[in-house]
């Protein structure tokens, strides 16, 4: 099975400043199609997830552009430019390539 | 946006069986089909299986194959998950979410089960 390990685990943040989250997977994340289903995910707290990057670095219907999604292979990396309160929560990569696993999750909070 | 809404919350014993639902607002060609998710309050997401809504396949990982079971009811635009022989560890939250291929982009709200003696 592939294990995806991300870092930091915790992430405190002042607002308005950058975040950068990491992500790796045990195995190359390139389809056959030649696609990589890499994923980001947002949890707030109370709230069901929300996927806010596809395919490393396409961001969703509504997300901010302050969020973008960069990599290849087996390493992948999630910016924030500047925090907001609302980005409080916990976010997880995932992969979509071989079935589906999850990180660990990362928990983003305000200094 | 594709809406997915499940049912309520559970309370069943150790060994008992539990099948919840998630009814999607519609199906679009762009659907490839519904994964399960689960979460133990407090911790990750755990993947619990996945089903085709163009054909039936499923694929359950080896952690709950044998004792999870999902259907698809296309003329209700319902999924369904069964989990048998239930034990404290599978107390969490489920959620159903819309794969568009490689990727969910749609969640349900999740479903509480509870398992207790």
């Known amino acids: 099975d592939i294990v995806m390990t991300q870092s930091p685990l915790s992430l405190p943040v002042t607002l308005g400043q950058a975040a950068s989250i990491s992500c790796r997977s045990s195995e190359s994340l390139v389809h056959s199609d030649g696609n990589t289903y890499l994923n980001w995910l947002q949890q707030r707290p109370g709230q069901s997830p929300r996927r806010l990057i596809y395919k490393v670095s396409n961001r969703d219907s509504g997300v901010p552009d302050r969020f973008s999604g960069s990599g290849s292979g087996t390493e992948f990396t999630l910016k924030i430019s500047r925090v907001e309160a609302e980005d409080v929560g916990v976010y997880y990569c995932m992969q979509g390539t071989h079935w589906r696993t999850f990180g660990q999750g990362t928990k983003l909070e305000i200094k | 946006q594709v809406q997915l809404v499940q049912s309520g919350a559970e309370v069943k014993k150790p060994g008992a069986s539990v099948k919840v639902s998630c009814k999607a607002s519609?199906?679009?060609?762009?659907?490839?089909?519904i994964s399960w998710v689960r979460q133990v309050p407090g911790q990750g997401l755990e993947w619990m299986g996945w089903i085709s809504t163009r054909n039936g396949n499923t694929i359950y990982p080896h952690k709950v194959q044998g004792r999870v079971t999902m259907t698809t009811d296309t003329s209700t635009t319902t999924a369904y998950m069964e989990l048998r022989s239930l034990r404290s560890e599978d107390t969490a939250l489920y959620y159903c979410?819309?794969?568009?291929?490689?990727?969910?982009?749609?969640w349900g709200q999740g479903t509480l089960v509870t398992v207790s003696s």
């Open positions: 979410a819309r794969d568009t291929g490689g990727g969910e982009d749609s």
């Open positions: 519609s199906l679009p060609s762009n659907t490839h089909g």
